[in-house]
């Protein structure tokens, strides 16, 4: 963030915060910041006194300001693919029981956007508004096979490659083997690469010109099925996210617009 100057390390203190998903006193915050005391002071007072941070007296805590939740929801309806995805994901939930995720990359990781929980749920790490790895998820690795050379290449370079399992393509070679294996077969897998147990598909979300947008998937349990059973949900989530990618390209991602966005 060096080469963004205050804006940057702004930022940073505010990721710092909402990290502790819960209010957080300032010692909490000094044990882990890469800043000097009066230099956090300083960036948690701007802030505060801008409403992106929200200061409780009584219990001496920052948590995220109203600001930032406004920013944050219009975040949210104008560049997420949650709003248009929404009844589509509720049928797909609705029709398989098993949980659905939507996702899209952010500085090459995976954020979660939305979620719908199984019938009968199961503990996972994936929460709407979470970030997670992209190389190691179905959702992640559907979203890397449709980028260009140029943007894989970058967001390769943002992978820790950290093995969770025994089963985590912990390097760029087996990463870039399995990417091809996606674009041939037109869907991903996660075989219990990121969460032991935990198995998905997922398919890319794109528009007709095949800009990657986010991508869909149906997650299920080893405990109570396996991968023949979950891949027989393919043609449904294909087709699910092929109606996403068309009515998101109409009405909140155009081509035109993105080319004139390029040429700026």
């Known amino acids: 963030m060096a080469g963004d100057g205050t804006i940057g390390k702004a930022c940073d203190v505010l990721e710092q915060v909402a990290a502790f998903e819960r209010p957080v006193r300032f010692g909490e915050l000094l044990e882990s910041s890469a800043f000097p005391k009066a230099t956090l002071y300083r960036f948690l007072q701007s802030l505060t006194n801008q409403g992106m941070l929200h200061y409780e007296p009584e219990r001496q805590?920052?948590?995220?300001?109203?600001?930032?939740v406004?920013?944050?929801?219009?975040?949210?309806?104008?560049?997420?693919?949650?709003?248009?995805?929404?009844?589509?994901?509720?049928?797909?939930?609705q029709e398989t029981g098993e949980t659905v995720h939507l996702a899209q990359l952010d500085s090459g990781?995976?954020?979660?956007?939305?979620?719908?929980?199984?019938q009968r749920p199961i503990e996972m790490y994936s929460e709407a508004g979470k970030v997670g790895p992209a190389y190691c998820t179905g959702v992640g690795k559907a979203m890397m096979a449709h980028l260009d050379e140029a943007q894989l290449k970058k967001t390769i370079s943002q992978q820790s490659f950290h093995r969770f399992t025994d089963k985590t393509l912990a390097s760029e070679e087996a990463l870039r083997a399995?990417?091809?294996?996606?674009?041939?077969?037109?869907?991903?897998?996660?075989?219990?690469e990121h969460e032991p147990g935990i198995i998905c598909i997922s398919c890319p979300i794109l528009t007709t010109g095949g800009r990657m947008l986010g991508a869909l998937s149906v997650t299920g349990s080893t405990g109570r099925m396996d991968f023949e059973q979950l891949e027989s949900w393919v043609p449904r989530v294909r087709r699910v996210a092929e109606q996403i990618g068309t009515e998101a390209q109409a009405w909140r991602f155009p081509e035109g617009q993105q080319n004139r966005m390029q040429a700026t």
């Open 61 to 68: 805590t920052y948590s995220p300001g109203m600001r930032l």
């Open 70 to 93: 406004r920013l944050a929801h219009s975040a949210w309806t104008q560049s997420s693919l949650a709003p248009i995805a929404r009844p589509y994901l509720d049928a797909l939930s």
């Open 109 to 118: 990781q995976v954020l979660y956007v939305d979620k719908r929980n199984a």
């Open 178 to 192: 399995d990417l091809e294996l996606i674009r041939s077969r037109g869907y991903a897998v996660d075989d219990e």
